[in-house]
């Protein structure tokens, strides 16, 4: 069956989130919370260094929305009271074998409250049960306790640490990073 065909419920809710897919609207929320998180975020992800203004986030919110319809890519936005906090999703699907990365962002505000790891786990819920993923991938640099943190927290086991895992945002240096793993 192709992908787009594939119906299934949302948002996804857990114990204190609601993730829902980023769309139409979203794009001066998510800029607010990135705009707090901004330093904080661009040493781990190059894609903040993109979203200069209030329109490249809304943008960006329309893509996002526009893939998820496609069955692209799963953008989610993750919502405590309704306020966007920060985003999990898949990307990078092959559909073929079934296998997609999982990303994730927080403010900084939020960090250390356990909701990305929440977050994360109902994605991970959400992509095996409803996509039939087979294999779901955290790439991350191996500097970035956090990130390593969320991955082995939610069950990920390191299948690789490696020189250019990932590149440095902004410069194209190559890093050494973690690729972990988590099969159905």
Not at 15 to 32: A, T, Y
Not at 42 to 56: H, I, N, T
Not at 88 to 96: A, F, K, Q, R
Request: proline share 3%; glycine share 8%; hydrophobic share 40%.
């Amino acid at each position: 069956m192709s992908p787009i065909l594939l119906d299934f419920s949302m948002p996804i809710v857990t114990q204190r989130l609601i993730v829902r897919p980023m769309q139409p609207g979203d794009g001066e929320q998510v800029f607010c919370e990135i705009e707090k998180s901004r330093d904080a975020l661009y040493r781990w992800l190059p894609w903040v260094d993109s979203v200069k203004c209030q329109a490249d986030s809304e943008t960006t919110a329309r893509t996002f929305y526009a893939d998820y319809i496609l069955r692209k890519a799963f953008h989610l936005v993750m919502c405590v009271d309704g306020q966007i906090i920060g985003g999990v999703g898949l990307s990078d699907i092959n559909w073929t074998i079934c296998r997609m990365n999982i990303g994730y962002w927080c403010s900084v505000e939020h960090q250390g409250r356990g909701y990305v790891t929440e977050g994360v786990n109902g994605l991970i819920d959400f992509a095996f049960e409803h996509l039939k993923a087979q294999k779901l991938l955290i790439l991350c640099d191996s500097e970035n306790a956090k990130s390593i943190n969320v991955a082995e927290r939610c069950g990920f086991i390191l299948e690789a640490e490696a020189l250019g895992v990932l590149d440095h945002p902004g410069n194209g240096e190559l890093r050494l990073g973690r690729r972990y793993a988590r099969y159905k």
